[in-house]
């Protein structure tokens, strides 16, 4: 985790292991609100090389995850809700 002097929080979430880790990184507000996420350069080595394997039927550039992630967040009064959030 790292936090920055405006008070800006990303948390970085391993996506698969190795030396070159893909990773994605959310980033939080000082309030600790989720502004968004981005993936690393390693996310989109690590795509491409599963393409390349066939283990993923769509280009890094198509990806899906561009468009958003799809994530789970938690509050007392709504329980367990999922909201989009923007990559960038
Ligand atoms: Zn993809």
Known sequence: ?????????????????GPQMAATVYEFGPDLTLRGARMTDSFWEWHRRLEQEGRIAHSAELC??????????????TGWTSARIPVR
């Open 1 to 17: 985790m790292l936090t920055f002097d405006d008070g800006t929080v990303q948390v970085q979430a391993a996506e698969s292991g």
């Open 64 to 77: 899906p995850e561009r468009q958003g992630l799809e994530i789970q967040h938690w509050t007392r009064l």
